[in-house]
T-cell receptor, first 110, second 114 residues
Framework: EDKVVQSPLSLVVHEGDTVTLNCSYEVTNFRSLLWYKQEKKAPTFLFMLTSSGIEKKSGRLSSILDKKELFSILNITATQTGDSAIYLCAGPRRDDKIIFGKGTRLHILP | NAGVTQTPKFQVLKTGQSMTLQCAQDMNHEYMSWYRQDPGMGLRLIHYSVGAGITDQGEVPNGYNVSRSTTEDFPLRLLSAAPSQTSVYFC?????????????FGSGTRLTVV
């Protein structure tokens, strides 16, 4: 059965720390892996990864995909309180339905 | 550009009542989906549609109906609300094969069934 598993489920760090969020997936007919950030309302898109080993960056956030190990990480450097959110990983299944992991709830202490 | 519009934002229902959550997008997206989000459960797919006239079930379809008579609209119907349906509901749409284009989400509907 296709699944997306995120770890840790929750994480508390101090402002300025670097964090790594993990996402492993088992999805047949893999197309892409998606990362979203969810604050108070709807998830907002961060990254789409389709190729192994190619890092995508946006400011202090970066993400990379390992298609051989079926794994992706999301790194956030020099964290700020505004980075506090739920980070969701998602992947499309063989039938094009997108399934989400349970998310990592990140809390940044000032 | 409105994107994905969900209404209402909040709703309280009594057990056994029915209602429809509305979702509309103005981006000419083919793919539309409904998810529910519960604490510690992430987003779970209820129903989805790959185009007008075509719908299919997701992971948790029981108790919900959908239809897709136009490209723009994808309403979610609760026929007889149950407390287990208390959740936050998100509608999402995508231009084409969702895995290649990602999703745009609506702002959510917080539903409480008492």
């Amino acid at each position: 059965e296709d699944k997306v598993v995120q770890s840790p489920l929750s994480l508390v760090v101090h402002e300025g720390d670097t964090v790594t969020l993990n996402c492993s997936y088992e999805v047949t007919n893999f197309r892409s892996l998606l990362w979203y950030k969810q604050e108070k309302k709807a998830p907002t898109f961060l990254f789409m990864l389709t190729s192994s080993g190619i890092e995508k960056k946006s400011g202090r956030l970066s993400s990379i995909l390992d298609k051989k190990e079926l794994f992706s990480i999301l790194n956030i450097t020099a964290t700020q309180t505004g980075d506090s959110a739920i980070y969701l990983c998602a992947g499309p299944r063989r039938d094009d339905k997108i399934i989400f992991g349970k998310g990592t709830r990140l809390h940044i202490l000032p | 550009n409105a994107g994905v519009t969900q209404t209402p934002k909040f709703q309280v229902l009594k057990t056994g009542q029915s209602m429809t959550l509305q979702c509309a997008q103005d981006m000419n997206h083919e793919y539309m989906s409904w998810y529910r989000q519960d604490p510690g459960m992430g987003l779970r797919l209820i129903h989805y549609s790959v185009g007008a006239g075509i719908t299919d079930q997701g992971e948790v379809p029981n108790g919900y109906n959908v239809s897709r008579s136009t490209t723009e609209d994808f309403p979610l119907r609760l026929l007889s609300a149950a407390p287990s349906q208390t959740s936050v509901y998100f509608c999402a749409s995508s231009y084409s094969i969702a895995g290649l284009y990602g999703y745009t989400f609506g702002s959510g509907t917080r539903l409480t069934v008492v």
